[in-house]
């Protein structure tokens, strides 16, 4: 599986973006997937994440109730709808594929990573 994930940009605080990561190859359909974010500095936070059929989804606590993962499997696509936007979730932003797995908050569970794409937030 491969991913690309695209949809960043600089936002004022309390403002929206919705970022997408897009799959290819017949396994997306079968993969976990998930998203990261990484703040200068060597760790790589955990989003949110959802199963193979988006039936099932599980945040951060940090982004539960602004942020909502869903995806579009005959798009091989996935998204992160984000709201209420905080300074503080500025950071370049992963996908992540993890195939047949369950869901998991571990990035070094997850074997397919996308290139990032990266969200500022201004105060």
């Known amino acids: 599986v491969q991913l690309q994930a695209s949809g960043g940009g600089l936002v004022q605080a309390g403002s929206s973006l919705k970022l997408s990561c897009e799959a290819s190859g017949r396994a997306f359909s079968n993969a976990v997937i998930g998203w990261f974010r990484q703040a200068p500095g060597p760790e790589r936070e955990f989003v949110a994440t959802?199963?193979?059929?988006?039936?099932?989804?599980y945040y951060a606590d940090s982004v539960k109730g602004r942020f909502t993962i869903s995806r579009d499997n005959a798009k091989n696509t996935v998204y992160l709808q984000m709201n209420s936007l905080k300074p503080e979730d500025t950071a370049v932003y992963y996908c992540?594929?993890?195939?047949?797995?369950?869901?998991?908050?571990?990035?070094?569970?997850?074997?397919?990573w996308g290139q990032g794409t990266q969200v500022t937030v201004s105060s």
């Open positions: 959802i199963t193979t059929t988006g039936s099932s989804s």
């Open positions: 992540a594929a993890r195939e047949g797995g369950a869901l998991t908050t571990t990035p070094s569970l997850y074997g397919h």
